[in-house]
């Protein structure tokens, strides 16, 4: 009996050798290529900051009236306004767009009663860049005294970022190395070659902070402070490197 276990269990890891060794032979070539290298993936960041040199604002003018009709008038004088002290600061037309026209009804609501219609409310809000920040305050003055009774918000910017960003790119590829060369040599490994990089990040221009529009006196000698601040512009990469012994 024992001699007859032997044989079976003798039979079974022929079988299973052999099996082994076809699937060895029809495994594919490259997959044993990848695993005899020894492979480091890392991410890192570089930052830099930057002052800006241009700025987005939003501003309008929101006009209630009985009629639509009367409220888009209203609206319309007080817009044109606007616009013309807009060009007088200096602000060009092609710097000077629309973002946003809109008629709507107002109601009253009271319990147990329909909606009572009171009027309608027009609002017109317009986009400027300014490239000159000095003159950024006296353009929200200049709108608020025109008529213009609505800031969304300012955001700032770079003209030509390639500047900032290469050198964000250097920072970042400064601590990507080192941080491969701190792993590679904690493993007591080398590292041997840069077998892939890739970007993300980059430029992104500041979102919009809110600003309080109110009338202003026209005599009053003081201007609407703006702090322009600094940017940080920002690069991630992710690189794979190989290692070596």
Request: charged share 15%; aromatic share 6%.
């Amino acid at each position: 009996m024992k001699s007859l276990f032997r044989a079976a269990a003798l039979s079974v890891l022929i079988v299973a050798g052999a099996s082994g060794a076809a699937l060895a032979q029809t495994a594919p070539t490259e997959a044993a290529t990848i695993f005899q290298a020894t492979t480091l993936s890392l991410s890192a960041y570089g930052e830099t900051h930057a002052a800006p040199d241009m700025a987005t604002i939003s501003l309008g003018v929101q006009v209630d009236a009985p009629t639509a009709a009367e409220a888009l008038r209203a609206n319309a004088v007080k817009m044109n306004q606007v616009i013309a002290a807009l060009k007088r600061g200096g602000i060009a037309d092609k710097d000077i767009q629309t973002s946003g026209l809109n008629v709507s009804p107002q109601y009253v609501y009271q319990e147990n009663l329909p909606p009572r219609l009171t009027g309608y409310q027009v609002t017109n809000q317009v986009t400027i860049v300014v490239h000159d920040l000095t003159r950024l305050g006296q353009a929200v003055d200049a709108s608020v005294n025109a008529g213009a009774n609505t800031v969304g918000g300012v955001s700032f910017g770079l003209e030509d970022s390639d500047k900032a960003e290469n050198d964000a790119r250097f920072e970042a590829v400064k601590a990507l190395q080192m941080k491969a060369n701190l792993y590679a040599s904690a493993m007591g490994y080398k590292v041997a070659r840069l077998v892939t990089l890739s970007e993300g990040g980059g430029y992104a221009p500041q979102p919009p902070m809110p600003m309080m529009a109110f009338a202003r006196d026209k005599a009053s000698a003081e201007s609407t402070p703006v702090q322009a601040g600094e940017l940080k512009v920002r690069i991630d990469i992710n690189a794979t490197f190989e290692l070596v012994r």
